[in-house]
């Protein structure tokens, strides 16, 4: 079946960048866009940034435009999101998520567990 492992999270200031890693495995990275989405304490999940498959097209939320990036390895099946410029606003739980469509969907199939991330000010 289907298993997205996050890693990568914790604790750093602002300013600081982080490296946030996704290790797929049961899928064939090259068939299925990738993305993250976070959830902040008493806020609703939101989309951060998607890959669509073969890796043609990236995507991203306003708010990290221009200060995240998204990866894929297809050899290694991992999806990684480099963080930059990170800001106490970025804090979240980080979720990595799979969809078996070009590109990813507002609500996809699968979930990883969440690494979290806390950026102190």
């Known amino acids: 079946q289907v298993q997205l492992i996050e890693s990568g999270g914790g604790l750093v200031q602002a300013g600081d960048s982080l490296r946030l890693s996704c290790a797929a495995s049961?899928?064939?990275?090259?068939?299925?866009?990738m993305g993250w989405f976070r959830q902040a304490p008493g806020k609703e999940r939101e989309f951060v940034a998607a890959?669509?498959?073969?890796?043609?097209?990236?995507y991203y939320a306003d708010s990290v435009k221009g200060r995240f990036r998204i990866a894929s390895d297809n050899a290694k099946n991992t999806v990684a999101l480099q963080m930059n410029s990170l800001k106490p606003e970025d804090t979240a739980v980080y979720y990595c998520?799979?969809?078996?469509?070009?590109?990813?969907?507002?609500?996809?199939?699968?979930w990883g567990q969440g690494t979290q991330v806390t950026v102190s000010s």
């Open positions: 049961g899928l064939t990275l090259s068939r299925y866009s």
């Open positions: 998520a799979a969809d078996p469509y070009r590109t990813l969907r507002a609500v996809p199939d699968y």
């Open positions: 890959i669509s498959w073969s890796s043609t097209n990236t």
